[in-house]
């Protein structure tokens, strides 16, 4: 079976997610996942084909369920939670990456965007702070030139915003490239053209 053949698969199993309006029960995954690996091993192509894009989609179908279960789960109540600043405009906007929730270890891949306050202290990128979030699922519809907000949060795994209603330092040490911009932010603000080559660099 050639990688062609495995990527046409692939794809045309991934194609119906679009249309899907409601994502199957985990047991419906897990019955499709038993028969595509009962297809996949007949000795008919036709029938491998099938039980390869059955487990494709399958596999599909459950990296949809990884992305809308924090829309799902921690929307209905405030939530303690370890978070680590990704960016952040030093003031009231920041955006950041869920490490832990109620004390357990978190391994998806949790985005969220928080507005309106003020952290207590000076904060930069690559800090954790235990913060207690009151989260909303991101809401988005197309503008006249076709962008869906909503697709693009869902595609950088940013599906969370809100606010924080109590935040305390967990780790204050700043990232590597994050000492390197504002060291190189302060060597270059003496120039007319920094923030061009800020940019540029």
Known sequence: MGIHVISMCAILAIIPLYWLPVLPDLHIVWLLIAAGIALSVQQRKWLRFSGLALLFMCWGILAAQESVWPMNHLTKAPQQAEVVITATDGATMHQGR??????????AAMGVSLYGNYLPQNVCVGQRWAMTLRLRAVHGELNDGGYDSQKNAFARHQTLSGRFTHAEIVDARCSLRSQYLTSLQNTLSAYQWGPVILGLG
Do not use: F, M, P, Q
């Not at 490490?99 to 391994?107: A, K, M």
């Open 98 to 107: 869920i490490i832990s929730l109620n004390g357990e270890r978190v391994w």
